[in-house]
T-cell receptor
C-alpha cells in the first residue's frame, strides 16, 4: 500500500513570495490533514478535510494560508505571502478510521 | 488549551535501560491513543496504539500503559537501543471527526 505522498520535499523562498505544497493521501482515506511542525515542537493542525469538506480550519492563518481538496482526493496548501515565521515542516496526513498516517513532509525555509 | 500534555521534554537512557514517556489528557471524549516515532528529516510514524477499554498493550519492546481514571497513558521502551533515539509523540483522537491532539514530544537519546 502506497503511503502519503508529498511534494516538494524542500523549498526555500524569500519572504513575501508564495509557495504551494501538494499531497496525495493513501487511497480510500476520507480524512486528510495538514499539520505545521516547527523544529522541536509537536505537529499543529492547520486544516482537516473530510472528503472535500472542511472539518476544522480554526488554526489556519486565513489571511495568508489557503487549502483545498478537490474531488476529495489530492490536496494543495498554499502560503501567500510567506513570512519568516512560516519556516517549518508541513506534514500531510490521512486516515480512514483509527490512526493517521503521515507523509515525509515538505520543508519550507523562508529567508 | 493544550489537550494532551507530554513529559519529559527530553530523556537520556543507557543502552539496555527502560525509557518511560508519560502523557496526560484532559478531555474524556477520546477513543484512541497512538504513539508516534519521528526520526530527523522524516514524518512521524505510527509506533503503537491503544483504545481506552484496554489497560495495557505490548508490541515487542514497546508497551503502552493506560489509566483511564487518572487520564494518563505512558510508553515504555524495554531494553532501549541506540536505534530508538528519536522524538516520540503521544496523541489522542476525539470521538467525532477523527480529530487528533498531539503532545509536545519527547526527544529520546539512548547512549551506547
Amino acid at each position: 500500500e502506497a503511503g502519503v505522498a508529498q511534494s516538494p520535499r524542500y523549498k526555500i523562498i524569500e519572504k513575501r513570495q508564495s509557495v504551494a505544497f501538494w499531497c496525495n493521501p493513501i487511497s480510500g482515506h476520507a480524512t486528510l490533514y495538514w499539520y505545521q511542525q516547527i523544529l522541536g515542537q509537536g505537529p499543529k493542525l492547520l486544516i482537516q478535510f473530510q472528503n472535500n469538506g472542511v472539518v476544522d480550519d480554526s488554526q489556519l492563518p486565513k489571511d495568508r494560508f489557503s487549502a483545498e481538496r478537490l474531488k476529495g482526493v489530492d490536496s494543495t496548501l498554499k502560503i501567500q505571502p510567506a513570512k519568516l515565521e512560516d519556516s517549518a515542516v508541513y506534514l500531510c496526513a490521512s486516515s480512514l478510521q483509527g490512526p493517521i498516517y503521515f507523509g515525509e513532509g515538505s520543508w519550507l525555509t523562508v529567508v | 488549551q493544550q489537550q494532551v500534555k507530554q513529559s519529559p521534554q527530553s530523556l537520556i537512557v543507557q543502552k539496555g535501560g527502560i525509557s518511560i514517556i508519560n502523557c496526560a489528557y484532559e478531555n474524556t471524549a477520546f477513543d484512541y491513543f497512538p504513539w508516534y516515532q519521528q526520526f530527523p528529516g522524516k514524518g512521524p510514524a505510527l509506533l503503537i496504539a491503544i483504545r481506552p477499554d484496554v489497560s495495557e498493550k505490548k508490541e515487542g519492546r514497546f508497551t503502552i500503559s493506560f489509566n483511564k481514571s487518572a487520564k494518563q497513558f505512558s510508553l515504555h521502551i524495554m531494553d532501549s537501543q541506540p536505534g530508538d533515539s528519536a522524538t516520540y509523540f503521544c496523541a489522542a483522537k476525539g470521538y467525532n471527526f477523527n480529530k487528533f491532539y498531539f503532545g509536545s514530544g519527547t526527544k529520546l537519546n539512548v547512549k551506547p
